[in-house]
């Protein structure tokens, strides 16, 4: 590429909204720009290293066995219907009619979509496993969009499913995917930790996350100093909602503000400190089978949403699904609406049923009162070789569930999610196959997600300088930037500039050619910004002592090379 063909569109100064590292350094190195809350549109060099990304995602997919399809990003009513979600989802999932009235989504994600194709194509046992995978736009209306591309509303993910005869099967494909992610953040040069994790609201059972590790991210994982034991005990996505009966339900997401501050003054309240807050109210009403009983927390207190103040804990709401009064009791010990089992008793806290708890907008059980509040918290559950109870409790410097080494808590950012999701999708789309004796089985599924434009951000969350981004190389805008001095004017360097732009380009590298009529200063200020990794000065005083001046972006010093060695340094 030649600059003097290249938009750069770089900027000295951040915008004021931008208040994480890897926003500011997006805007600045000219890569994306806001065109609407939660929208971007991606710049040349942003969308060199978002392809880049997309590259390595799509290889090591492929390499594991999934076939690419792509779906449609607007899906039909009906199937989010028959499974549920239409209701369940709330507020982020953006529905729309067509000119006829016909319901629609904007698909922030493809379980529906892609089981209907399943249980259209495969009939028999024999076709399975099956696996599939898209990398594509979503939408989903998040409440805060933030960090530029790190929570858009629109974003590129790589989703991925798959279809089993029986749990076994599920098994071994999700191993070979969690395998496939770990191969996609080595290969990019990330540092991440894969952790079991909440399932959400896609649901299933068993789930892991990969989380790159800064300060910036939005979840605190727990992790072993001396074994693989990792966990996201991220304790609360806060919801909060300032709660008026009256109000219509479509605008309840205006209202609903997930804030990590909302669950300190919780703590506050208590006296707890934010870490083992949650797990402990958790805990505390954890029933026998060690299931968690709390979906939320209803908070009495200030109305102002971002200032909470917690007066009081009114209430907690079970999250047992269209759980009638019977099942509650059964499981926590006492009938909603009273004073809870002991230890939530003596604060005062009642018991609140809410009929599905994953229906935020179906939420009026308790909170429709002036002066209450809505919490809502995930929950990392259902850990196959750990009780909950031992994750929930640790905080750092704890011994480790497993029993080798301490806990260490830090920051991560969640770049990919896996699940296994059984059968209920399946079973509620009523996708199955014949098995050897003809019989109708309802397939197993499981459902395998990565953040490709979330990876752009989180890469340079952990790798930048004063001067810029430091890319790791995989996903560098461009290997290396040749910077001609006096390119217009000085027929030496134009020649050494195109041979080596031209050899270098036959190597297989990106080369940029910064061939403009720019200071100097410019060219190098852009050259950091843009993290290029290698750079070489091509001038007429180096061509006459027979050198190229050199420099590695990550490298205190200059260091000059002979001429004829160039290509071969660099490639
Ligand atoms: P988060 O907890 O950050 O909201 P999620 O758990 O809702 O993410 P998943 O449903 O697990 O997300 O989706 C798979 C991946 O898609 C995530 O691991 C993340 O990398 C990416 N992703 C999800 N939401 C966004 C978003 N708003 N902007 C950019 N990437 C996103
Ligand atoms: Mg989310
Ligand atoms: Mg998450
Ligand atoms: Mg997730």
């Known amino acids: 590429m030649r600059a003097s063909n290249y938009l750069f569109s770089t900027l000295r100064d951040a915008p004021t909204d931008a208040v994480v590292t890897s926003h500011q350094l997006m805007v600045r190195a000219g890569m994306i720009r806001q065109i609407s809350k939660g929208l971007y549109t991606w710049l040349p060099t942003g969308l060199k290293v978002f392809r880049k990304v997309e590259h390595i995602v799509r290889d090591e997919m492929e390499k594991a066995g999934s076939l690419e399809v792509m779906m449609p990003g607007v899906q039909p009513a009906e199937l989010w219907q028959e499974t549920g979600r239409w209701h369940k989802y709330g507020p982020e999932l953006l529905r729309l009619q067509d000119r006829h009235g016909r319901d629609y989504c904007l698909g922030p994600t493809h379980e529906e979509v892609i089981t209907e194709l399943a249980r259209n194509e495969i009939t028999s046992y024999k076709q399975l496993p099956m696996n599939f995978f898209q990398i594509q736009t979503k939408f989903r209306d998040e409440v805060r969009p933030r960090f530029g591309v790190m929570r858009s509303r629109e974003f590129c993910m790589k989703d991925a499913y798959s279809f089993h005869v029986?749990?076994?099967?599920?098994?071994?494909?999700?191993?070979?995917?969690?395998?496939?992610?770990?191969?996609?953040?080595?290969?990019?040069?990330?540092?991440?930790?894969?952790?079991?994790?909440?399932?959400?609201?896609?649901?299933?059972?068993?789930?892991?996350?990969?989380?790159?590790?800064?300060?910036?991210?939005?979840?605190?994982?727990?992790?072993?100093?001396?074994?693989?034991?990792?966990?996201?005990?991220?304790?609360?996505?806060?919801?909060?909602?300032?709660?008026?009966?009256?109000?219509?339900?479509?605008?309840?997401?205006?209202?609903?503000?997930?804030?990590?501050?909302?669950?300190?003054?919780?703590?506050?309240?208590?006296?707890?400190?934010?870490?083992?807050?949650?797990?402990?109210m958790l805990v505390k009403a954890i029933d026998e089978q060690g299931e968690p009983t709390i979906a939320a927390l209803v908070l009495r207190g200030d109305h102002n949403i971002n200032e909470i103040k917690v007066e009081k804990i009114a209430g907690l709401v079970v999250p047992f699904e269209f759980a009638d009064e019977a099942d509650i009791i059964a499981k926590i010990g006492c009938a909603p609406g009273s004073i809870g089992p002991k230890g939530l008793e003596d604060k005062g806290i009642r018991i609140i049923a809410d009929r599905s708890a994953a229906v935020m907008s179906d939420f009026c059980a308790g909170a429709n009162k002036d002066d209450y509040h809505y919490v809502g918290l995930n929950w990392a559950r259902d850990c196959a070789e750990f009780e909950i109870s031992d994750i929930r409790n640790v905080v750092e410097g704890d011994p480790s569930p497993d029993g080798q080494g301490t806990i260490v808590i830090k920051r991560?950012?969640?770049?990919?999610?896996?699940?296994?999701?059984?059968?209920?999708?399946?079973?509620?789309?009523?996708?199955?196959?014949?098995?050897?004796?003809?019989?109708?089985?309802?397939?197993?599924?499981?459902?395998?997600?990565?953040?490709?434009?979330?990876?752009?951000?989180?890469?340079?969350?952990?790798?930048?300088?004063?001067?810029?981004?430091?890319?790791?190389?995989?996903?560098?805008?461009?290997?290396?930037?040749?910077?001609?001095?006096?390119?217009?004017?000085?027929?030496?360097?134009?020649?050494?500039?195109?041979?080596?732009?031209?050899?270098?380009?036959?190597?297989?590298?990106?080369?940029?050619?910064?061939?403009?009529?720019?200071?100097?200063?410019?060219?190098?200020?852009?050259?950091?910004?843009?993290?290029?990794?290698?750079?070489?000065?091509?001038?007429?005083?180096?061509?006459?002592?027979?050198?190229?001046?050199?420099?590695?972006?990550?490298?205190?010093?200059?260091?000059?090379?002979?001429?004829?060695?160039?290509?071969?340094?660099?490639?």
């Open 166 to 280: 029986g749990a076994d099967s599920l098994q071994q494909t999700y191993d070979v995917m969690h395998q496939a992610y770990c191969n996609v953040f080595d290969r990019i040069g990330l540092d991440y930790r894969p952790v079991r994790a909440d399932t959400g609201s896609i649901g299933g059972a068993f789930s892991h996350e990969f989380h790159v590790l800064a300060d910036s991210g939005e979840d605190d994982i727990a992790f072993s100093n001396s074994s693989d034991f990792a966990a996201n005990i991220e304790l609360a996505e806060a919801v909060c909602l300032k709660e008026k009966a009256d109000e219509p339900t479509q605008e309840l997401s205006e209202v609903f503000t997930p804030d990590c501050k909302t669950i300190q003054k919780v703590a506050d309240f208590l006296s707890l400190d934010v870490t083992s807050t949650v797990k402990t």
């Open 412 to 571: 991560g950012i969640e770049v990919g999610h896996i699940f296994q999701l059984g059968q209920q999708y399946a079973e509620a789309l009523k996708a199955t196959v014949l098995d050897e004796n003809g019989k109708a089985q309802v397939m197993h599924m499981g459902c395998y997600g990565i953040g490709v434009s979330r990876i752009v951000a989180a890469a340079i969350e952990q790798n930048y300088d004063d001067k810029g981004i430091l890319w790791p190389e995989s996903i560098a805008p461009f290997d290396i930037a040749i910077v001609a001095m006096n390119y217009d004017k000085s027929e030496a360097v134009r020649n050494e500039c195109d041979r080596l732009y031209s050899e270098l380009k036959a190597k297989g590298l990106d080369v940029l050619l910064d061939d403009r009529k720019e200071r100097p200063g410019v060219k190098f200020a852009d050259c950091e910004l843009l993290g290029i990794p290698h750079r070489l000065v091509v001038g007429d005083m180096g061509l006459e002592k027979g050198t190229l001046e050199y420099r590695y972006r990550k490298a205190a010093e200059n260091e000059d090379i002979a001429i004829a060695d160039a290509v071969d340094f660099i490639a």
